[in-house]
């Protein structure tokens, strides 16, 4: 068999070209993909570090020094890491990190330590630097007559990331005008009614949350007993009764509701898909007209606020106070360290009641890896999976509210 000169091995690798580095050619993968295509990237980007740190990294000492030093991943994050063990089917590599964190945790209530819960998330950190370089490329490939000439008929951005791309100042960029993704959809949603079928309705919808907000990733974790926060599940509640009101009459909030209060509300019938779509169409009809305001005002702000979120940041203190349970081991680790800030938890009693809480989660997991193969073929199901999805809503992340994309 006669083999390919080396010297021409460059004809068949046409990505490789010298006037297009990795960056360059990711961005281009993205605009082909449809949707944003720096939304594209972070994805495609994290699942592949969520991918290595489960597959290779998960028993590196280095690696899970990092994770005990920032308490895991914040809850985006620690949703996106379940789903993608979900399907790898690596259980026992979620088992040894989640066991790391709440063993970390133990030590540290004993110690009398601050906790300081998701001040650095190790995937933030890292998404965000892969961002700026992604957006800074794409400005300065968006000054590139010839580049822009090709790309620009293809090139999607989310609202957010088309903001960022103008506050760049490469105004020769933002004659292109970065289109808002699958814009069509807007026609679609004055004809919805309710003889659509719930899954077409909830196709636009994903489609209109991914113009509005861009990437968030989806998860598969599977809605099993859970850690039982008791303010996690009063901030449930109470957002709950706020999504309807915010909802009656017909009417609709400001703001773009993001997916996760989106999907809770859906689940909780406090609002139909139709009432969700319309109000997706707004925001994105108002974003549009706010970018084509700020090529001339600087201070057009973008409706991408969600408007559940701030309610729930302003009423947190009224919320821990009314969920607080009668035996305040069940908080979550969010939750635990707002609760150590009140004088009420001062004592020891408290502290230990949730040492004693995180050191029978740890034995769960620990448990679990010892009963569980790196074969995915022989791991635990059913019933046996509680104990790491428990931890990981402790983390943070509320399996209750499923993703539209689901």
Known sequence: MTQAPRSRWWRRWPSFRRDRDLITVAIERGADAGGCAVCWVLEARERRSLWILLREHVLDPGTRGDWNRTLGFCARHTSALCATATGMGQLPGVAILFGDTAREVARRVGAGARLHVWRDCLECGREAQSEAA???????????????????????????????????????????????????????????????????????????????LGFESPSGVPALPLWGCGVCDAETTAVTDEGRRLFQDGGTPDGTLCRRHASLLLARSAVTPAQLAAHYAAALQAAVGALEERRTKRSAVLPTACPLCDFVEAHAGELAASGAPDSEAALCLRHFEVALERPAASGGAFRAAHIEALRALSDELGELHRKSSWDARDEPKGTEQTSWIRAAHYLGYDARALPLTR
């Open 134 to 212: 992604h957006l800074r490329r794409l400005a300065q490939q968006l000054g590139d007559a010839a580049w822009t000439e090709r790309w620009a008929p293809k090139l999607r951005l989310c609202v957010r990331h088309a903001a960022s791309i103008m506050r760049t100042g490469m105004r020769t960029g933002v004659r292109a005008r970065p289109t808002i993704p699958l814009a069509e959809h807007l026609r679609e949603i004055a004809v919805i009614g309710g003889g659509h079928d719930a899954r077409s309705l909830r196709r636009t919808l994903a489609t209109l949350q991914a113009a509005s």
